[in-house]
């Protein structure tokens, strides 16, 4: 069932990450946390290209933006499903 909604979710929750608003990109990336291990899961493009987003918006941000720990936060349980769930299907 989650892959079946992540289908859904993901490419709202990119745009999302992609939006100009730092708060809107603060939300996707909060929405982003609970399926952290079955975005890892998946693997291959999907992970990198979240991966991604929310480095370069790491990159671009000032650290004292208050949306900076949720960036922080949502790389922070991907690595850590990538790291320490490894290779476990989570749906």
């Known amino acids: 069932m989650l892959p079946d909604l992540l289908g859904c979710i993901l490419p709202a929750c990119k ?3 992609e939006d ?3 708060d ?4 996707a990336a909060d929405a982003l946390i609970p399926t952290s291990a079955a975005i ?3 693997k291959g493009r999907t992970l990198h290209s979240i991966v991604m987003l929310l480095w ?3 990159l671009d941000l000032d650290d004292l933006s208050p949306s900076t ?7 922070g349980d991907l690595a850590f499903a ?3 769930l490894g290779d476990k299907q989570y749906y």
């Open 40 to 42: 890892v899961s998946m």
């Open 24 to 27: 809107v990109r603060a939300v």
């Open 82 to 84: 990538f790291f320490f």
């Open 69 to 75: 720990s949720r960036y922080i936060y949502t790389l």
């Open 56 to 58: 370069d918006i790491l």
């Open 15 to 17: 745009a999302g990450l």
């Open 20 to 22: 100009p608003d730092d």
